[in-house]
C-alpha cells in the first residue's frame, strides 16, 4: 500500500470508529489493529488520534457546506433555495451516516474547530444572505437575518438527527415539512415581535 492510500485507509478506519465509540471512546490501539498496521504509522500520517479526528471533522464538514452552498447557489425564488437547502442537510444525513454522528458529538477538549455548534454557524451564514434579501423585501429589519439563519439551521439539523435514528418518515416529507414550518413561520412575521406574557420594563 502507498503512503497516500494508507493515509486514506487510517482516515476511513477512523472515521468508522469515531462515530461508532465517539473520540474518547476511541483508542490509537484500535485504529491500528482495525487499519492493520502498528501505531507508529498513525503518528508517522497525523501527529496522534487528535490529528486523525481533525482530518476526519475537516472532511465532513467541507462536504456537509459544500452540499449546501452548491444548493444556495443560482436562482430561484427565496422558498426553492430553502427546500434545496433542507434537502441537501438531509441527503448529507442520509448518505453520510457516520460523518454526520461524528459531527454531532463533542470535539475533543481544546479543539474550537468541528464543533456541531460551529458546524451550524457555518452552514447559517450560507442562508443569511437569502434571508436578508427575503427581509428586506418584506420590510422587515435585516440586521436580524443572521439570527435567523441560525434558528432556521438549526430547525433543521436537530430533526434531522431525529430522522437519522428513526427513520419514520419519508425524506422529501420531512424536508416539505421543515420548509412548511420555517416558510409559513416567516411569511407570518411582526416586524417587532416582543414577548407579550412578560412585563414590559
Known sequence: ?????RREQLIDVGRRLFAERGFEGTSVEEIAQTAGVSKPVIYEHFGGKEGLYAVVVDREIQALLSAVTTALTGDGHSRALLERAALALLDYIETSTDGFRILVRDSPPGQSTGTFASLIS?????VEHILAAEFKRRKLDPKMAPLYAQMLVGMVAIPGGWWLDS????????AAHLVNLAWNGLAGMEPKPTLRSVPKP
Open 122 to 126: 457555518d452552514v447559517a451564514t450560507q
Open 167 to 174: 427513520r419514520k418518515f419519508k425524506k422529501n416529507d420531512v
Open 1 to 5: 500500500m502507498t503512503g497516500p492510500q
